[in-house]
């Protein structure tokens, strides 16, 4: 099991930026691929961007598509997400998981462990 404690959320105005971090301890952070969800109040959880093993793959939601990043450092056990132009609507609940394989999924049934979320608000 891995251990992920996210970070790095909080109230910005809508066309700002934010740097999530994701923590991950207690078993090879290389050997997951990782990825990041989010849920808003009233909505399913749903798919932002996930990260192949070695980096070499990134996968995002069309919604954010251009103005996120995801990266990750596994020196340092490390996933993070970029993000930039924020808009109200990426409010939300930010969670980073962890996916015992190679290539990052789009489904939370996909991954494996779950970090607790990180409140992301964008005001108008």
């Known amino acids: 099991q891995v251990q992920l404690v996210e970070s790095g959320g909080g109230l910005v105005q809508a066309g700002g930026s934010l740097r999530l971090s994701c923590a991950a301890s207690?078993?090879?952070?290389?050997?997951?691929?990782m990825g990041w969800f989010r849920q808003a109040p009233g909505k399913a959880r749903e798919f932002v961007a996930g990260?192949?093993?070695?980096?070499?793959?990134?996968d995002y939601a069309d919604s954010v598509k251009g103005r996120f990043t995801i990266s990750r450092d596994n020196a340092k056990n490390t996933v993070f997400l970029q993000m930039n132009s924020l808009k109200p609507e990426d409010t939300a609940i930010y969670y980073c998981?962890?996916?015992?394989?190679?290539?990052?999924?789009?489904?939370?049934?996909?991954?494996?462990?779950w970090g607790q979320g990180t409140q992301v608000t964008v005001s108008s």
């Open positions: 990260i192949s093993r070695n980096s070499g793959r990134t």
């Open positions: 998981a962890a996916r015992n394989r190679v290539l990052p999924g789009t489904e939370s049934f996909e991954y494996d462990d």
């Open positions: 207690g078993r090879t952070f290389s050997n997951y691929a």
